[in-house]
Each structure stands twice: as structure tokens, then as C-alpha cells.
């Protein structure tokens, strides 16, 4: 079934009588920005917004967790787990976490010289916070701070 959401949730929020939801305006454009090398000589760094985490680490609580895993890239896939205030999304995730958290491909395109190495660790949070302000304070530093230490030139989103 296909749904609208932005669409619906404004709607929602008219119905109930509250305030419109007041959806995230980026200030700018944002860091994109061209490759200064060959992806085939980069290093990637991943982070998934799936609330991933690997057998044996803490899960992620569930309302407003601005926390982030940190995920060896050498983790066999039958050792994800996924926790995150949107459960209904993770079926899949749970069937294949490549889906949402893609170890095997990634590892894949490294052995074949696509990319020219993995991070050591790839990176996970939960998505769903409501805090525009905890994520821009808490988690964004940690995923940049987490990247920069790994040298990551070029990094991979894959959102939930």
C-alpha cells in the first residue's frame, strides 16, 4: 500500500486541531560534494539509520535514542540484530539485514576493487528521533567524529 506520508501527517495534525508539523528545513544545501579520488581508491564508511546493532552490543532504546553502533565491517550477517521505535519497517531487515545493512555486498564490492576499502566499523543509530536539536548536538558529531577517526573519504547512507 502506498502512502503519502508527509501529506498524511499534515492532514492528521489539521484533523486533531494541533499546530502543523513542522518538518526539518535544512539550512543550506549540505555537505555533498564531489569524490577528490576514485571510489576504486576511497575509503567507505557506512551508516544505516535501521537501528542495527551486532549480537552481543546493547540495543537501542526506543524514543529518542541519539546513541551509535559501531559495527565491525568483518561481522557475519546472522550476527545483526535490529531495535528501533518504528518495528513495523524491520520484517525484512530481520529476513536479510543486507537490506538495510549491507555487510555482504559492501564487503563484495571491496574484494573486487569497486571500492577501495571498508572502515574498520560501520556505523548504525536509530532513526527515528524527534529531537531536531539532540541530533544535530549529539548524534551527528559522534557519526562525524566516528568517520573522521576512521579516515572515511566518502560515506554511505542508507536510511530506514
Known amino acids: 500500500m502506498h502512502v503519502e506520508y508527509i501529506r498524511s501527517i499534515t492532514e492528521r495534525y489539521e484533523r486533531l486541531g494541533y499546530q502543523p508539523y513542522r518538518w526539518y528545513e535544512a539550512p543550506d544545501d549540505g555537505v555533498l560534494a564531489p569524490l577528490k ?4 581508491e576511497s575509503r567507505l564508511g557506512m551508516l544505516s ?4 546493532y551486532a549480537l552481543g ?4 532504546f526506543y524514543k529518542d535514542d541519539t546513541s551509535i553502533r559501531r559495527i565491525p565491517a568483518t561481522t557475519p550477517v546472522e550476527d545483526m540484530r535490529f531495535s528501533h521505535i518504528t ?11 543486507n537490506c538495510v545493512f549491507p555487510l555482504t555486498p559492501l564487503a563484495q564490492l571491496a574484494e573486487e576493487g569497486v571500492i577501495g576499502e571498508l572502515a574498520g566499523d560501520h556505523l548504525s543509530c536509530m532513526g527515528g ?7 544535530r548536538e549529539e548524534m551527528l558529531p ?5 568517520f573522521v577517526e576512521q579516515a572515511v573519504d566518502v560515506a554511505l547512507l542508507v536510511p530506514l
Do not use: C, H, M, W
Not at 37 to 40: G, M, T
Not at 129 to 135: E, F, G, H, I, L
Not at 142 to 146: K, L, P, R
Open 37 to 40: 579520488k576514485p571510489l576504486s
Open 49 to 52: 539509520t535501521a537501528g542495527a
Open 57 to 60: 552490543q546493547v540495543a537501542f
Open 87 to 97: 518495528e513495523n519497517y524491520l520484517p525484512d531487515a530481520r529476513r536479510d539485514p
Open 129 to 135: 528521533v524527534y529531537s531536531q536539536r539532540r541530533t
Open 142 to 146: 559522534a557519526i562525524e567524529e566516528a
